[in-house]
């Protein structure tokens, strides 16, 4: 077997295999990713500088594999291209893709000139509009708008900051000629002068791997710190800033490189009542909503397993029934004191509006009574690996 992977990037890899002793054989070539399988690519693209490789030569052994979506330039990836049948590697197929930017302390209350942020990490209608309701009564705490407190300004950023320090993809994001044009009139593309570190000099790739995602990523942070102390100037000593975020890697992994230290509240919620919620609020069917809901709890349950020390799980019940405990918990890994306590009448009242039970209390266990028994046996087995990871009643 003859071959050779050109390069690969964290959009596309490039290359080509042959089996000089079957000229006209298609090689199906295998991708992993981080030691898991990731797509098949098969060599059969014509390659005028591969018609004289041996006699028979016919030229068409290049390989072209595109991502779906580009690799996150926040993780390390170890990728192999492999013949699929035979699992010998293709020369220079192996190769490993550094992440940008370094790993972060844990985050330490900060004066004014450096807020520090807070992220309330959830799938939905697990309780994060209520956790904000009580992070935004500290004094020291900064949460713009008004409940359901949905400003994402560190989710915005981490997109941006993702797309503008990914490698060029000049065939599907944008191209340098088109990048004034009418198409991209709303929106700007990965940048198509960033080569990808495996095609630049040292220097070149220190700067694009390097330089420039510490440069935006330390502007960015600027700017939404900027945002909360123009915004609320009541609060001119709040020590941190509280925004939503999803269970998904990106925003909460751009959060770290841009503030360099995050505090991060993960709710969790049984996923039972969540279908209910879903269906409740979302007017959605609850084999709808499980696909959903199953992802996003996975990706916790995953971060729970890797126990991050600057991450704190809280159960929604725990939210609602043991208001005190909880809190306290919260407000130690937070490092503050305990803030006068809430009104219950205040909370009731934001529940009214955003809430799907007749209370917090009820909305607990309602998938006893709301469910089918085809829908819980359906749940069961769906979210069996979670309930138990997460210590809900099987």
């Known amino acids: 077997m003859r071959g050779h992977v050109d390069v690969i990037t964290r959009s596309w890899i490039l290359g080509w295999a042959a089996n000089p002793a079957v000229p006209t054989e298609e090689i199906e070539l295998e991708v992993r990713v981080n030691g898991r399988f990731h797509g098949l690519a098969r060599a059969n693209q014509e390659r005028d500088n591969l018609r004289t490789l041996f006699p028979d030569a016919t030229g068409r052994y290049g390989f072209r594999y595109e991502f779906e979506w580009p690799l996150s330039p926040f993780e390390r990836h170890e990728v192999e291209v492999a013949v699929r049948r035979s699992r010998q590697p293709i020369p220079n197929g192996k190769q490993v893709i550094p992440a940008v930017g370094t790993s972060p302390p844990v985050a330490r209350p900060r004066s004014s000139s450096s807020i520090a942020p807070v992220l309330v990490t959830s799938t939905g209608r697990a309780g994060s509009s209520l956790c904000m309701a009580r992070l935004a009564a500290h004094p020291d705490i900064a949460v713009a708008g008004v409940h359901p407190h949905e400003?994402?300004?560190?989710?915005?950023?981490?997109?941006?900051?993702?797309?503008?320090?990914?490698?060029?993809?000049?065939?599907?994001?944008?191209?340098?000629?088109?990048?004034l044009g009418k198409d991209h009139r709303f929106q700007v593309g990965f940048n198509p002068f960033n080569p990808g570190i495996a095609a630049a000099e040292p220097v070149a790739a220190d700067?694009?791997?390097?330089?420039?995602?510490?440069?935006?990523?330390?502007?960015?942070?600027?700017?939404?710190?900027?945002?909360?102390?123009?915004?609320?100037?009541?609060?001119?000593?709040?020590?941190?800033?509280?925004?939503?975020?999803?269970?998904?890697?990106?925003?909460?992994?751009?959060?770290?490189?841009?503030?360099?230290?995050?505090?991060?509240?993960?709710?969790?919620?049984?996923p039972r009542d969540l279908v209910c919620s879903y269906r409740s609020f979302w007017k959605t069917t609850a084999e709808a909503a499980i696909p959903s809901i199953r992802s996003?709890?996975?990706?916790?349950?995953?971060?729970?397993?890797?126990?991050?020390?600057?991450?704190?799980?809280?159960?929604?019940?725990?939210?609602?029934?043991?208001?005190?405990?909880?809190?306290?918990?919260?407000w130690e890994f937070l490092e503050l004191e305990a803030p006068a306590a809430s009104e219950a009448a205040s909370e009731h009242a934001l529940f009214e509006r955003h809430g799907t039970s007749t209370s917090a209390a009820q909305s607990i266990g309602r998938w006893r009574h709301e469910l089918t028994e085809a829908e819980i046996a359906h749940c069961q087995q769906r979210f069996a690996d979670v309930l138990q990871s997460f210590g809900y009643e099987v």
């Open 151 to 179: 400003i994402l300004l560190v989710s915005y950023y981490a997109l941006a900051l993702r797309t503008l320090v990914s490698e060029e993809d000049r065939a599907r994001s944008m191209q340098p000629a088109a990048m």
């Open 207 to 270: 700067y694009w791997n390097n330089r420039v995602p510490r440069r935006l990523a330390a502007a960015f942070a600027a700017l939404i710190r900027d945002y909360y102390e123009a915004m609320l100037p009541e609060k001119p000593q709040a020590r941190y800033f509280a925004e939503k975020s999803n269970p998904g890697p990106l925003v909460r992994r751009a959060a770290r490189k841009m503030f360099g230290a995050v505090r991060e509240i993960a709710l969790i919620r049984d």
């Open 296 to 330: 996003q709890l996975e990706q916790l349950r995953r971060l729970r397993e890797k126990n991050p020390p600057d991450t704190l799980f809280i159960h929604y019940e725990d939210l609602i029934l043991q208001q005190e405990t909880t809190m306290s918990l919260i």
